[in-house]
């Protein structure tokens, strides 16, 4: 009985201790000891037109839904700080609503 307390003793410690290390140190970034830690490079902004592409995807190809995704690939075009220049996303939500969700 005394065994069985002791090692379940020592396996909660073992635990607490793994569970206590920082996942911020180096060590556990995976990055060697006293090198600098490497900072991701950004992606460049998606232009609108690949905006208005990646949420085409979204709006079903059936013949009524033609018009949505003729108005998202011409708003796709128009610069967004443009005068009278759609969002995106309005177009998408309308196409929503009419019933031209791309189904799974």
């Known amino acids: 009985m005394i065994k069985h307390s002791t090692v379940l003793s020592v396996l909660a410690v073992a635990l607490l201790a793994a569970c206590s290390k920082s996942p911020d140190s180096p060590a556990a970034a995976g990055q060697a000891e006293g090198q600098p830690a490497q900072a991701s490079t950004p992606r460049p902004p998606q232009t609108r037109e690949a905006k208005a592409q990646g949420l085409m995807a979204l709006i079903d190809t059936a013949p009524q839904c033609q018009e949505y995704r003729q108005q998202l690939e011409e708003a ?25 969700s791309k189904k799974p």
Do not use: E, S
């Open 76 to 100: 796709g075009k128009v610069p967004a700080d443009a005068a009278g220049a759609v969002d995106l996303n309005t177009i998408v939500a309308a196409a929503h609503a009419a019933g031209c």
